[in-house]
């Protein structure tokens, strides 16, 4: 999600917003509040993703997979996506955004026309993030993950505007933590494969946002948010049994491990949010 557009919007809301017909009496924001978003997320941008390797197992991915005779196994290259098939010339899947949703709850206080608050929230989303590597074989080896659950908590700070004080707009900033999915996919039939399954992953989220009463108990808003999470912790490893000279157990008998080199999952959202005050 271009986010030059995500503020435009959120801006471009905000003025057809001041045109509205305001409440008589001026707003007061202090309070709490129960609602939800619904929205987009955009595919993940993960650059040049691709596998690191630890052949001897010390703990160090900085090592190159070689056959027998010394060349590089993965010289094929990667690709961000799920592999169509065992080359690269097959192609690859691209990564996908999809639907945001989730609830939320919140507490605000107004000193003037500034007003400070903070958000917790439960959020789901469609987003799916894969890398895959080929190898000389040939074969394609794929790591695909998503959130399957995200928690929230974030500080906020805006101003008010407009005839009665009905138009809020603020940034906002927090942190997240989420539980990861993640499949692994090889058309790799000679050696075993075995993974650390899912995990959960922290981080932080920031974004702006605009709400607009609509009467004493109901706002509604649009919101960009971006989100960072650090999920660096998944590993396969590749194992025998296979011939000694099996390029993932020819510098360690117990196997090869490795790992994406893009450790962050990045996510975009613009949301639209509503909720009911009390």
Request: aromatic share 10%.
């Amino acid at each position: 999600m271009n986010k030059r557009h995500a503020c435009a919007s959120a801006l471009a809301l905000a003025c057809i917003a001041t045109t509205l017909p305001a409440a008589a009496q001026t707003s007061d924001w202090t309070g709490g509040y129960v609602g939800l978003h619904l929205g987009r997320v955009d595919k993940p941008k993960d650059g040049n993703d691709r596998f690191l390797f630890d052949t001897n197992l010390d703990g160090t991915y900085t090592d190159t997979v070689r056959t027998a005779a010394g060349a590089d196994a993965f010289s094929p290259g990667s690709c961000n996506g799920v592999a169509n098939g065992a080359t690269p010339g097959d192609g690859c899947r691209g990564n996908s955004g999809g639907a945001d949703w989730g609830v939320r709850a919140g507490y605000d206080w107004q000193a003037g026309a500034w007003v400070f608050g903070v958000t917790g929230e439960y959020a789901m989303n469609d987003a799916r993030d894969a890398v895959t590597s080929f190898s000389t074989t040939p074969a394609f080896y794929t790591m695909l993950r998503k959130v399957d659950g995200m928690y929230a908590v974030r500080a906020r700070a805006g101003y008010t505007f407009g005839t009665g004080g009905d138009n809020l707009v603020y940034a906002t900033a927090g942190g997240a933590r989420a539980r990861i999915e993640n499949t692994y996919l090889t058309s790799n039939g000679v050696n075993t494969f075995t993974n650390n399954g899912n995990h959960t992953a922290s981080g932080h989220q920031y974004g702006i946002g605009y709400e607009r009463r609509l009467g004493e108990r109901f706002t509604v808003g649009l919101e960009y948010l971006a989100t960072r999470l650090d999920d660096g912790d998944y590993r396969v490893r590749a194992a025998g049994p296979a011939p000694a000279t099996n390029p993932f157990i020819l510098q360690n008998a117990a196997g090869t491990d490795f790992r994406r080199s893009d450790s962050d999952l990045d996510l975009d959202s613009l949301r639209l949010t509503m909720n009911y005050r009390f």
